[in-house]
């Protein structure tokens, strides 16, 4: 596992663009699992900045989102179809037929779930996964205790993510879903690459549990140990709780890099 230390926010999310446009340039018709939340804005302002400014090109990539709330319409404010179409999509020449994004208000939520496997199998596979991280190290909505052999699925939320999450609801946790439809960590794992972003101090533990802690289904982001190629990107107050590495250390213009 490599950790990527960044002075601040930032440089986190640049550090995290550089990652992605690296795949684009490298692989055109790359596929992308891709997050919400707070974490990620700062990588998809980059993202647009170099799509507007550097002419980086999207128009082949094929993405498909985490999660997405169970039982929100596709334009409420705190939907991530929303998000996903206001703070990137809109931005940048993405094609929306390469856009997957689980559909919260479907019938059948686990017929939903199957679907999005096989158009993740039909599309070859994810390339490139970006991560954020809950306090509780779920990935994902993949909260403590999730078999790390899950797929696509259905899901009722933690207490502590739906309080994390109500920051989005007008800070009213009784207005944020209970269920969303989630991929899962076999999901997650089985892409080629994986990188992870978290930011500030309420990470830090979180953070040393994923890298020093024992892989365990109590902290599902533990399981990333595992990955043959995951990179951890984060602040330096998210970053707060690691123990020094080993590998030592490679210095960098406002970063530094250690291998676990």
């Known amino acids: ?101 689980p559909n919260g208000l479907i019938e059948n939520p686990e017929e939903e779930s199957l679907a999005y496997e096989w158009a993740i199998k039909r599309a070859g596979g994810i390339d490139l996964a970006v991560l954020g991280i809950g306090r509780n190290g779920h990935i994902g909505f993949n909260e403590p205790k999730t078999e790390f052999g899950s797929l696509t699925r259905p899901i009722y939320l933690a207490k502590r993510t739906i309080e994390a999450n109500a920051r989005f609801f007008g800070e009213d946790p009784d207005s944020v879903p209970r269920q969303a439809i989630s991929m899962g960590i076999r999901t997650i794992m089985n892409s080629t690459k994986i990188i992870l972003l978290a930011s500030g101090a309420e990470k830090a533990r979180a953070i040393n549990q994923t890298v020093h802690g024992p892989v365990t289904e109590m902290v599902p982001s533990s399981v990333l140990q595992l990955h043959p190629d995951c990179t951890l990107i984060l602040d330096k107050a998210a970053a707060d709780e690691l123990e020094p590495s080993a590998n030592g250390f490679v210095p960098g213009p406002g970063t530094r890099t250690m291998v676990y």
């Open 1 to 101: 596992m490599k950790v990527i230390v960044t002075d601040d926010y930032e440089i986190m999310s640049r550090e995290a663009a550089k990652v992605v446009a690296a795949e684009v340039k490298s692989k055109p018709d790359s596929v992308f699992a891709l997050p919400t939340g707070g974490t990620p804005l700062g990588l998809y302002a980059e993202l647009i900045r170099m799509h507007k400014e550097e002419g980086l090109d999207l128009s082949k990539v094929s993405t498909f989102n985490l999660d997405e709330y169970i039982g929100l319409p596709l334009n409420h404010e705190s939907s991530y179809h929303y998000y996903m179409y206001d703070k990137f999509f809109n931005h940048v020449n993405v094609s929306e037929d390469r856009v997957r994004i």
